[in-house]
Each structure stands twice: as C-alpha cells, then as structure tokens.
C-alpha cells in the first residue's frame, strides 16, 4: 500500500509564498516521476510541474519562473515552492508519484490566494 499525505497548503495575500510538501510512505522500490497538478473550482485538473528521479524539471508556462518543484530522494518526499503567488493560482493542488507500475495520487491541498 502506497499513500501520499501532502501539507503546506493555506491562505496567503496576493504576492506571497507557500511551500507544499508531498510525502510519500509504503511500499516503494523506486520512485520514478514526481508531479504537481490543481484543480480550480469549475476547471479541469491541470498539469504543473514534473521532476524525474534524476532531477530534470520540466513547467507549465503558467507557474514557470515563479513556482519550482524538488524532491528528496532519501525522504521520498516533493515539494513545491510557490512565489509571487496570483488569485488565479487559488486551488486544490495534488501530487503525483509514478511508481514501477503505479501512478498514486495525493489527497489534495486547498490553497487560497486573496487579493
């Protein structure tokens, strides 16, 4: 059994920062990709950013130059810094792991961004 417990989520002014964490626990040889997504009231889920076992990232141009994904390897856990946060970033973010043969998504984490 796999689980993902995401936290850092909240309610931040228009300008500001948050850091999301994704932890992941369970059966787990090797994590493969590691990803960040929400999902706006009314909206699909969208893609935002992608980190591989490696450490190569790759960013929707949405969130590219203010939000950076990294990972811990030896902690199995991602994270997301967010800057220069924008009401239009306000939503449910969820993490992604790919696993061998498994894709496992987090619970979700409300993030709120106020004008």
């Known amino acids: 059994q796999v689980q993902l417990v995401e936290s850092g989520g909240g309610l931040v002014l228009a300008g500001g920062s948050l850091r999301l964490s994704c932890a992941v626990s369970g059966s787990i040889l090797r994590i493969n990709n590691m990803g960040w997504y929400r999902q706006a009231p009314g909206k699909q889920r969208e893609w935002l950013a992608t980190?591989?076992?490696?450490?190569?990232?790759g960013y929707a141009d949405s969130v590219k130059g203010r939000f950076t994904i990294s990972r811990d390897n030896a902690k199995n856990t991602v994270y997301l810094q967010m800057n220069s946060l924008k009401p239009e970033d306000t939503a449910v973010y969820y993490c992604?792991?790919?696993?061998?043969?498994?894709?496992?998504w987090g619970q979700g984490t409300q993030v709120t961004v106020s004008s």
């Open positions: 980190i591989t076992n490696g450490g190569s990232t």
């Open positions: 992604k792991v790919d696993l061998q043969l498994s894709s496992y």
